[in-house]
């Protein structure tokens, strides 16, 4: 056997390698659903895999390619060059914003500090696009032969930026978050140092396809941790449970003189009436449509729903969103109402509201529950007098 025949086997395999890594890719992404976290969070962590699966399937057909194994042209060469240049920051990129966005801070999350890694990545992108023509980044000469161009540079600095940023951003969490904010921290960190390594071994050694086996190793065990958080899920609404609750208060509590947030708490009104006079699936199933209604405000604003016990519910959100409880407690009457009419239940299904500010990281969790405990009280008594009356 020459030494073309084992070129072609050691080009197969890698071939190979990088299709179970796009099929494994393809089953986390069938698996991810919104009871892993909120909406914007799972899109993220969806784009991430979807984006991951793309370089797999490149790297597949370039490795194909390589070892002779399908035709190549010039122009194939060069859209495969462009796909990987593209995808591979795009990717990194991604795994940045959702570990900002993991986090309690969420330094890049909205305006400049959003715009400006953003506008960097559109850079990159339209760099490479152009390429072809333009040899900044790269070019593919008459035979076909990949060239760096002298732009390159921008490529690689493009791609450890997000990285730098992104532990970055674990770090910061970990040296001043609370216990659970450690944790986190600690987790993204780790998940996003596999990638770091890759990166590097790829430039040691760009035969085999450590960035996206390494990204795919992070995008499983964020996949898996993020599996089992569902132990902090309640089972019959699929919201947050009163554990999953203190900890994310506890967290944001610390930090909230730079980050305030409004707590609401909520309860259904008359609802041990409901249970006694229609039974207790009936009652299931009100605050099932009453979960709904919450999970869907709560995602508008980006904010945190969770069922804390009974017929108790809460929506956190940043301070400056939905501030008038009156209006909230409104739009959640009325999108129940809706999800009523639709079930047809035959009866009323109601909720009050009552909300505190916090801005003080000195209070205790057991302080910002009793305020909004207490406005939550007035609130019920303030809509029962309004029916006496």
């Known amino acids: 056997m020459d030494a073309t025949y084992y070129q072609q086997q050691f080009f197969l395999s890698i071939a190979l390698f990088c299709a179970f890594l796009a099929i494994l890719l ?186 996206v086996a390494t990204v795919t190793l992070s995008a499983f065990f964020t996949f898996i941790s993020m599996q089992g958080q569902r132990i902090s899920t309640d089972a019959m609404t699929s919201l947050n449970n009163k554990f999953r609750i203190t900890q994310y208060v506890e967290s944001r509590v610390q930090g909230a003189h730079h980050r305030p947030f409004t707590l609401y708490m909520m309860d259904v009104n008359r609802f041990k009436m409901i249970n006694d006079t229609h039974g207790h699936v009936a009652g299931d199933h009100a605050l099932i449509l009453v979960a709904e209604s919450i999970k869907t405000l709560a995602d508008t604003f980006d904010g945190f729903a969770g069922r804390y016990g009974g017929d108790e519910f809460v929506i956190i959100l940043d301070q400056g969103r939905a501030d008038d409880p009156i209006a909230l407690e409104e739009t959640l009457n009325a999108g129940i109402a809706k999800n009523a009419n639709l079930a047809k239940l035959p009866f009323e299904v109601t909720i009050s509201v009552g909300r505190t500010l916090c801005d003080d990281p000195t209070d205790t969790i057991e302080d910002v529950f009793r305020r909004a405990d207490v406005q939550l009280y007035e609130r019920k008594q303030a809509r029962k007098q309004l029916r006496m009356d």
Not at 33 to 57: P, Y
Not at 72 to 98: H, K, M, N, Q
Not at 149 to 167: H, N
């Open 26 to 211: 393809i089953v986390i992404l069938t698996q991810i659903s919104g009871k892993l976290g909120d909406r914007t969070e799972i899109l993220r962590l969806r784009l991430l895999v979807l984006f991951s699966m793309f370089v797999a399937a490149i790297e597949m057909v370039y490795n194909l390619v390589m070892g002779g194994l399908m035709s190549s042209s010039r122009e194939l060469i060069a859209g495969i060059s462009a796909g990987d240049l593209l995808l591979t920051p795009t990717c990194v990129y991604l795994w940045f914003i959702f570990c900002d966005y993991k986090s309690s801070r969420r330094f890049f999350s909205r305006g400049l500090p959003f715009i400006l890694p953003t506008a960097f990545l559109v850079l990159l992108i339209l760099s490479n696009l152009a390429s072809p023509w333009t040899g900044w980044i790269f070019s593919i000469d008459m035979d076909g032969i990949y060239h760096r161009g002298p732009y390159y540079p921008l490529q690689v600095f493009g791609c450890y930026i997000y990285y730098v940023l992104a532990v970055g951003i674990c770090i910061f969490g970990y040296l001043r978050g609370s216990v659970l904010e450690r944790d986190l921290s600690r987790r993204l960190f780790l998940y996003a140092l596999f990638p770091i390594i890759g990166g590097v071994l790829q430039i040691i050694n760009g035969d085999f396809p450590f960035t």
